[in-house]
């Protein structure tokens, strides 16, 4: 009688145990649920319970709340601007901080086309943390109920952070602002609505300035993107810091147009579209003598060889490429205008030959291919040609040759194209308002709010899937 007893005692102790694991897993979902529901479920019910009765509401699934962060953050590190001058390295930013970010206004004196009243502003090419912000600050859509935002603006400037302390300053000086940024986000209930995954920030830099622990140079940048709180959320950047990358979406460089209404826009439109276009071929940009595999040299070698390009250099002490009337005129006489790498991938170059309705010609699929996805089109041969930089490093191809061979009916294909493209790649005066049209901040706000609104699906799904699980242990919801 022991041998039957013994077994019964085994195997009900067996059950039991079963029995408790079912038990800890029920209760660890059932907190998960819980979590879920009190959270992004609760926001989403909320945001349809008001929304629901307002059908004709124009603002519907475009609100954004802006976290009213403390002045360290933005205004106060613009208040230092001066501290970003360098002898050699980094200009004085006071100047290029002036009217909402844009610089200082121009002053044509050869043609008076590029002129601050025309829209025209000496405008730095890492501004884009005060113009965004400033834009923002006229969005049509911003809301005080954060529960109804379909997205989470934080205003940190993150470039111009990177610039104060970039030079001569340790790892925890460079990294401070940051730190004190994200222990503050994390504290607020904004942020455990979704944990982060509704916010976005503007670096107007590469990513690769905000991943220092990424980078080969351990004292290059913030890790800004790499802590905790910053890796959450996502990031407007001018170049992400890898191909694919699923927190880091890029948008164009700010150039030197800042229309103030549609038909500022409509009127540039018409301008670039009637020029005519004297030279086949332009560059803008230095050589990269200290970096043997970088095609400048090559393209520079050519351009000089050729009687159909002109060439703006930009060497070491030369002022004209800081000269914006120099650079947009080479462009609006140029068909196409060469983009090759410089010191990254991308160039805010490019975008200033396309404001001008010239043709890109890129080297290199990350250039303008696999990013800026919101803001040019999928299909990349309507609106540029690409050469590989393979092909000019081994000199085995005349850029020459490969432009000539392009049919004159599909080089007015493409110019049309790149002339529609413009709204989508100027950033408007943020102290004036479009009216229809959208630029490159409309067209990244809605990118954003879209992609806010996919992770709020699937935490949904994911949610389904957990009330599905709970049923199958035999718990339903009330």
């Not at 019910?45 to 009765?53: I, M, N, P, Y």
Request: proline content about 6%.
């Amino acid at each position: 009688m022991k041998g039957p007893d013994k077994r019964s005692s085994t195997q009900a102790s067996a059950a039991f145990q079963s029995l408790r694991l079912v038990f800890v897993l029920a209760t660890v979902m059932w907190a998960s649920f819980l979590y879920y529901h009190f959270t992004v479920l609760s926001a989403g019910a909320r945001r349809a319970t008001v929304l629901d009765g307002a059908s004709a509401d124009p603002c519907r699934g475009r609100y954004v709340y802006v976290h009213d962060l403390p002045p360290r953050f933005n205004a106060d590190i613009l208040r230092g601007c001066q501290n970003t001058s360098d002898q050699y390295r980094w200009p004085d930013m006071c100047g290029f901080i002036s009217n909402a970010g844009l610089g200082r206004a121009l002053a044509d004196p050869l043609d008076g086309d590029f002129t601050g009243e025309n829209g025209w502003y000496g405008t730095h090419q890492f501004a884009l943390d005060a113009i965004f912000h400033n834009r923002m600050r006229q969005y049509e859509c911003l809301t005080t109920h954060s529960a109804l935002a379909n997205a989470v603006f934080v205003p940190f400037y993150a470039g111009f952070d990177f610039v104060r302390y970039h030079w001569g300053y340790d790892n925890a000086t460079r990294d401070a602002a940051s730190v004190e940024l994200t222990d503050w986000l994390m504290r607020r209930p904004e942020w455990a609505r979704m944990g982060g995954r509704d916010h976005f920030l503007v670096a107007g830099r590469t990513g690769f300035d905000f991943r220092r622990s990424n980078n080969m140079n351990p004292s290059w940048g913030t890790d800004l993107l790499n802590m905790p709180g910053g890796r959450e959320m996502s990031v407007l950047v001018l170049e992400v810091s890898r191909v694919p990358h699923s927190r880091e979406y890029a948008v164009p460089y700010p150039t030197y147009f800042h229309p103030r209404s549609d038909a500022d826009v409509r009127r540039w439109q018409d301008r670039v579209r009637g020029l005519e276009r004297r030279s086949l071929i332009a560059f803008v940009g230095a050589p990269r003598p200290d970096n043997p595999y970088n095609i400048r040299q090559q393209i520079i070698a050519q351009c000089e060889a050729s009687d159909v390009c002109r060439l703006l250099g930009c060497g070491f002490g030369t002022s004209q490429c800081h000269t914006p009337g120099n650079i947009m005129r080479l462009f609006q006489r140029a068909t196409f205008c060469l983009q090759p790498p410089g010191d990254s991938y991308t160039r805010r170059s490019a975008f200033d030959s396309m404001v001008a309705g010239c043709i890109p010609v890129f080297f290199h699929p990350v250039s303008a291919y696999l990013q800026y996805w919101w803001h040019l089109p999928v299909h990349h041969e309507t609106y540029s040609v690409f050469i590989p930089e393979d092909d000019v490093r081994s000199r085995n191809v005349s850029i020459e040759a490969v432009l000539r061979a392009i049919p004159p009916e599909t080089v007015e294909r493409m110019r049309d194209e790149v002339i529609k493209m413009i709204p989508r790649l100027v950033y408007a005066d943020p102290r004036s308002k479009l009216e229809t049209v959208k630029d490159a901040f409309d067209v990244a706000v809605e990118g954003i709010i879209d992609k806010v609104a996919r992770a709020r699906a699937e935490a949904a799904a994911d949610e389904s899937s957990f009330s599905h699980a709970m049923e199958m242990f035999g718990f339903r919801r009330k």
